[in-house]
DNA sequence: CGATAACTTGACGGCGGTCAAGCGGCGTGG
DNA sequence: CCACGCCGCTTGACCGCCGTCAAGTTATCG
């Protein structure tokens, strides 16, 4: 039995190209379970068994050397879609960053599934595309940009992420304040820099005037000309 | 009319999904085109109108900052599919870095196609999930590696790619000669360095006995082991 | 054979990484 | 309620990698 007729995601998801009768099948196949925060979901390199959709929560898709370098390659919030469905290998580890909840499937099922489910598949194709255009404007970011850009890049980024709704239903207002779901660590790995760059940047941008930082996770954004101009 | 049958790719590009009638239908909606080294097929930022299968030749997908820094986020090769169908605009310029033959669709006129053969969006699906893998694997290069580790990484991947498969149909050999499809700067510009450095990082790698730089193109790979050590 | 572009090499400096110490907020336990 | 300790973060000093600028060299093509 499903709960998908109430779920947070069920209009944004993939599942949303599913009608009654549909759902109820690939609900049959999954559960829900929740992932704490700090807690992995899928090992890099390790078979790709499971596939998830996220309901609720933050997490992030990580790769790391053998030496214990690491970088951040993707982040998935509600609605999003995780794992490595059609393949063999999962080529990321999935770390939950806040307490999660996940809607996941066996691999197995979910491939047979949306194999005979083209609408499914569609939808899928659709994020995998713009996950695909994302990622490689943060290839540009990583390459190519410096501290400071990249600081400015990723607080603009986190402002639309967390942009009100409310106003408009079209339009999202960026925020002006926002809690992070990074560490500074985690900023750091999401930007292919050291931690101490990183509070470095910040501190300078806090007594520039440019941002606010009322705690430890919260981001005031005092003056976004300055920082669309910082961001290169 | 088209040429279908005998096109080089017809069995590996996501044209392989169709039969004899659909294929029929597609290749009327679409056309050959050439592309000659250096020449752009599609615009960062304009209006996504084109997408295309690679025939022949490699061709570069870039993005760029205002100020002209330029990030190479993907190459495509023989087989490949390039442009950005289901969305407003391409995230990326596409430039031809050998001559190339390309089969060129309106996008419009390939979206409808797609939607009405599953078959072929799910081979559009597996290949962007695949593009996807190898483009958050480049993220970790690009944002955590120095730069001797990104030249021999870089060159291990040619290898590969360049492989022969005269062997072994599944397994296909490392090519220890080849010929790369890019400049300096285009290596440059594919592992986030400048020219100089990568120039500097080949003449090490050459005085060191790790390769071999019989041209300013070719690569002889000397010590493998040496290069995979270096590749972090 | 000359012109031009592509590449190499050298000198130098700055950005950002490394190492180390200090700070502060929060939770725990006395 | 306060003392303490821990962990995440900040700050400072230093330095090395790699970017910048400039000159020299080698391929390529008309």
Redesign the pocket.
Known sequence: MSTCETCAVRNRAICSSLDGGEIQALSSMGRRRTVAAGEPLIWEDDDSLLVANVIDGVLKLTTSTEDGREQIVGVAYPSDFIGRPFGQTSRATVVALTDARVCVFARNDFDRFAREHPELEHKLLERTLAELDRTRSWMMLLGRK?????IATFLLDMSDRYGDVSACTTFRAPAKLFTLPF????V?DLL?????????Q??KLKQDGVIG?P???EVEILNRPALSALAG
Request: net charge positive; no cysteine.
């Open positions: 410096t501290a400071p850009e990249k560490s500074r660590q985690q750091a292919g820099l050291t931690i101490e760059t990183v509070s470095r910040f501190t930082l705690s430890r996770r």
